[in-house]
Each structure stands twice: as structure tokens, then as C-alpha cells.
């Protein structure tokens, strides 16, 4: 992507932002970790294997453009906050460039980071801890003018006092600590102190994941006032699409690390392209009382960022992984015709193997013989030839309970075959709400 135009951007427009490849690697899995909220998983791959690396972020890419809100959205552990982090600097990419009006922050010395730090401020998620608890709420909003040199103290005080009423709480406000203040005025304090600076671009953190739902609307109306008057730009950053929906002019949707769909709000909402991101629609809770809670779920564990799939990140969980053409056979000699394998599936076919693989890799079922077997997943119909002698295989080595080896020849034969693993995927689709370009990275898209 990095070396392409970025992700979901109209050309000719003058982005606020633009990252280019960003990439994020840890190597180390110590306390610097604790932060950055990885999903890897509760056995500790990070303490086993503390030399490898995580891959947090990798090769993303994508615009802002002033005044505009872009959403990002993802399961928790997707690496959004790493992302936010890095392009801010407060944890050193591993590569990649992010321009900022033009000039490319990676590349900046501390000088001229911290001048533009002024320009660029971070709202994080839990409004309680960002604030010190000893200090009152005036001189906390002063404190990033004070280190800009903003102001003498008188003016930095009215500017203090003029930004509590901006953000909708009291100028007598000023004295008290931020323990007399509820969770949702904690978190308009924490954005009176961002906005101190008159910064252009706010990264908001799950800004109101920690508030009760009411707060919450309340806090984000107040956030796009103001917006409005000071002409803000942001990164919104939640993993609840309704919140993401309020705010957002466009919305980009991240999985383990990498970027994959970006559009405008309602034609992500309204015509989602991405596997991914249909998932997480359909996990959106309905209102409707009759309905049972959800109306779907995303199925197996995030892989680790450790050692993620290859080709598309998500082919382990995708519903609608792509049928491999065929493969080639190890054991084979090259010069054997043997060697290449082709596969011949009809879309029921491999709807059905597709299926049983996923059955027997998860061990989701527990077969009282092989017509039960065969019924259960091969119904109305069951691949012929190469791929046919393949299930027989595996249908064998569950029936002898050898799951594993059941699993492996099934996901070495098929799911690793297929394009979905064997290429990065990177499309743009033509949109069907409004005119802004479309960003999916799925090989469905692959004749687009
Ligand atoms: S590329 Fe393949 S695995 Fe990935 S989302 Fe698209 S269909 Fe699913």
C-alpha cells in the first residue's frame, strides 16, 4: 500500500494528515506492552517468546482531511490505539511516514516534535486517570499552554475559565479537583485541556467508552460544537459502530494490525464490502425487543500478531473464504503431472467443504459414524477428484480421531491454496452511496 495512493482517498483533495505505511513492530514483550492492549491471548506468547515480534500495525495507510471526522473501528487488541500512538509519536513507528500539512512527522527531531505537538493532541479513554488528581482542574487545562509558552498567567487563566464553558461546564469550575467531577465532565475537562493549545487535530482515544450511554451522547454533541467552531479535525477512535456512527464523516475499520475497508459513513454502513466489517454490523445489538440480542457473531479467536496469517488476516475467520484453484502436491515428484492439482468445486461444494474444514479445525461436532458424517456436511453435495480424495482423507483421520492431522491436511489442501492466503489484498471498489472512494481489502473485489 505504501508505495500506492492511500487508502479510501480522493485525489486532488489537500489532506490535514496523511500516513503512508505506517508499521508498527514490537520485539519486546515487557511492561512497554502493557499499554498498547494486544489481544495475544491469555497463554503469554509475549513472556515465551519475547524475541519475536508483534506486529501491531502493519502497512497502513490512509487520509484526513481538515475538518472532517474519520472513525476507526475494530475488536479490541486490532491495534488501533498502537496506530493513534504512532502517528502522534508518543511510540516510535517501526516504518513508514505521516504527514501532517505536508511535512512528515517520523522523520522530525525532538525540537520540532514537540513544537508540533501543539497541533496535534490526544484525548485518551479513561478521563479519570489522565488527570492528576492533586491538581485543579484550572491550572490541568493551563499546563500544555504553559509548556507551549502560551500566555502570561492572567491570560492563560481566562483562556482556562473561556474553555470550561466551551466544553459545557462551569467558569467557578476552575478551583476544584477532578474528584468532584462526574466521568462524563472529567472527560470535557480532559478536552478543554486539548483544545488549550488551539490545536488542529484531536486524537480521541475511546473518548466516551467509559461513560454511561446518555453521557455519552451528550459528550460526543458537545464534541462536534465543537468542531464546528473551531474547525477541528479528528481521529475518533471506538469499537462501538453506533458511536462511531454518530460522529463520523468517514469510517475506516481495522483487524489485527492491518486496514481493511475505508468509505464514507453511509456507504460503509449501508453497502459494507468487507467480511470484516459485515461481521461486525451483524454484531450490532438490535433494538428491536423481539429480536435475541444479536443478530450475529464473529466466529474463532483473533490470531495472535505474532505470527498472523498470511494474505488476507482475516481468511481464518472469514465465512466466505475463496475456493482454491488447486494445489501443489509435496509428495509428488515436480515432473509428475501429479505434482499440480487442480481442484473443480462448485459454489455448493465448497460452501460444504468449507464448512466441515472449519468444524474439524475448531472440533465443533462429535460424529456417530461416517453416513451421519457425510450427512451432516455434505448433503446436497460432496467435491469429486483431487479435492473429493482429499476429504475422504480427512474424514478418515476424524473417524480414528486423529482431529489434528484431520485439521492440518484439510487447511494445508484448501484454506492455504486459496487466494485469500496466498496474496495481500488491496481494491477499490466503486461506491454506491455518494461519490467518495471506496477502500476493500477482500479478493471478492478482485475483478472491481
Ligand atoms: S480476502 Fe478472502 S478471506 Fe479475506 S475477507 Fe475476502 S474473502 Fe474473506
Known amino acids: 500500500m505504501s508505495s500506492e495512493r492511500a487508502a479510501g482517498t480522493r485525489s486532488g483533495d489537500d489532506p490535514l494528515l496523511r500516513v503512508d505505511g505506517l508499521t508498527k513492530h514490537f520485539r519486546d514483550g515487557g511492561g512497554f506492552l502493557g499499554g498498547v492492549s494486544l489481544n495475544v491471548g491469555d497463554d ?37 490505539s498502537t496506530l493513534a500512538r504512532a502517528i502522534l509519536r508518543l511510540i516510535e513507528p517501526t516504518d513508514g511516514s505521516i504527514y501532517f500539512r505536508g511535512e512528515d512527522v517520523a522523520e522530525m527531531d525532538t525540537e520540532e516534535l514537540r513544537a508540533q505537538r501543539k497541533n496535534m493532541q490526544i484525548i485518551f479513554q479513561d478521563p479519570q486517570s489522565s488527570l492528576d488528581p492533586r491538581m485543579k482542574v484550572g491550572p490541568i487545562i493551563e499546563e500544555p499552554m504553559k509548556a507551549h509558552g502560551m500566555y502570561d498567567k492572567e491570560g492563560r487563566e481566562e483562556r482556562a475559565r473561556e474553555l470550561l464553558e466551551k466544553v459545557g461546564l462551569d467558569p467557578q469550575h476552575y478551583n476544584r479537583y477532578p474528584h468532584a467531577f462526574s466521568g462524563g465532565q472529567r472527560q470535557r475537562v480532559n478536552l478543554a485541556r486539548a483544545l488549550s493549545v488551539n490545536p488542529d487535530f484531536i486524537v480521541c482515544d475511546e473518548p466516551t467508552s467509559a461513560l454511561d450511554v446518555s453521557i455519552q451522547a451528550q459528550v460526543l454533541n458537545t464534541m462536534r460544537e ?42 460503509l454502513f449501508e453497502n459494507p464490502q468487507h467480511p470484516y466489517t459485515k461481521a461486525l454490523l451483524d454484531s450490532i445489538p438490535v433494538p428491536d425487543p423481539r429480536a435475541s440480542g444479536t443478530r450475529g457473531v464473529l466466529e474463532g479467536d483473533v490470531p495472535s500478531p505474532i505470527d498472523p496469517p498470511s494474505g488476507c488476516r482475516f481468511r481464518t475467520r472469514c465465512p466466505e473464504l475463496i475456493a482454491p484453484r488447486g494445489r501443489l502436491d509435496p509428495s509428488a515428484d515436480p515432473a509428475d503431472p501429479a505434482y499440480e492439482v487442480t481442484y473443480d468445486f462448485s459454489e455448493t461444494e465448497w460452501r460444504n467443504v468449507r464448512e466441515f474444514v472449519r468444524a474439524v479445525d475448531r472440533h465443533t461436532f462429535d460424529p456417530a459414524g461416517e453416513r451421519e458424517l457425510r450427512q451432516q456436511f455434505f448433503a446436497d453435495a460432496e467435491p469429486t477428484g483431487a479435492a473429493g480424495r482429499v476429504v475422504d482423507e480427512a474424514v478418515s483421520l476424524v473417524l480414528e480421531d486423529a482431529w489434528d492431522e484431520a485439521a492440518e491436511l484439510l487447511v494445508s489442501s484448501f484454506s492455504d491454496q486459496s487466494i485469500c492466503a496466498l496474496s495481500d489484498p488491496q481494491y477499490v471498489v466503486e461506491p454506491e452511496h455518494g461519490d467518495g472512494p471506496h477502500y476493500a481489502a477482500c479478493h471478492l473485489h478482485r475483478e472491481a
Not at 230 to 239: S, W
Not at 259 to 267: I, Q, S
Request: charged share 30%.
Open 226 to 267: 465543537l468542531q464546528a467552531e473551531f474547525g477541528l479535525t479528528y481521529l475518533f477512535i471506538a469499537h462501538d459502530l453506533s458511536v462511531i456512527r454518530h460522529i463520523s464523516d468517514r469510517v475506516a475499520v481495522m483487524y489485527l494490525g492491518k486496514l481493511v475497508e475505508l468509505a464514507d459513513k453511509e456507504e
Open 44 to 80: 503469554g506468547p509475549l513472556v515465551s517468546r519475547e524475541t519475536e515480534s508483534v506486529r501491531a500495525v502493519d502497512d497502513v495507510s490512509f487520509e484526513i482531511r481538515e475538518g472532517e471526522t474519520l472513525g476507526l473501528v475494530g475488536e479490541s487488541g486490532c491495534g488501533k
